[in-house]
């Protein structure tokens, strides 16, 4: 309830994304609309709203997304384990380093 939400809605949700702070919470589009440019507009859109570097965490496993990320000028900056659907899992923290 803390994050403000970004919807992609074209006839139906296709993807969204969540801000706190200058935090990308989470980026998430439909798998039926992926490579379609739904990610990269709603990651332009959090970017422009964050107005500063941003920064994010992303399963290192996640090669995709981090390849995206890397695009907006992106670096990781720190590995952890965390805990995703009760299962650990390796993640990445990572920071913007530059603006696209």
Same mark, same amino acid.
Request: glycine residues 10%; contains cysteine; charged residues 20%.
């Given at each position: 309830? @803390?994050?403000?939400?970004?919807?992609?809605?074209?006839?139906?949700?296709?993807?969204?994304?969540?801000?706190?702070?200058?935090?990308?919470?989470?980026?998430?589009?439909?798998?039926?609309?992926?490579?379609?440019?739904?990610?990269?507009?709603?990651?332009?859109?959090?970017?422009?709203?964050?107005?500063?570097?941003?920064?994010?965490?992303?399963?290192?496993?996640?090669?995709?997304?981090?390849?995206?990320?890397?695009?907006?000028?992106?670096?990781?900056?720190? @590995?952890? @384990?965390?805990?995703?659907?009760?299962?650990?899992?390796?993640?990445?923290?990572?920071?913007?380093?530059?603006?696209?």
């Amino acid at each position: 309830m @803390e994050s403000t939400i970004f919807v992609h809605d074209d006839k139906g949700i296709r993807g969204y994304g969540a801000v706190y702070g200058n935090e990308i919470r989470t980026l998430l589009v439909h798998p039926r609309f992926r490579r379609q440019g739904i990610g990269s507009q709603l990651l332009d859109h959090m970017i422009a709203w964050i107005g500063s570097p941003a920064t994010l965490c992303v399963a290192k496993s996640n090669v995709t997304a981090k390849a995206l990320y890397q695009q907006y000028g992106f670096r990781v900056t720190g @590995e952890f @384990e965390a805990c995703y659907n009760g299962k650990p899992v390796l993640a990445n923290k990572m920071e913007q380093s530059c603006t696209r």
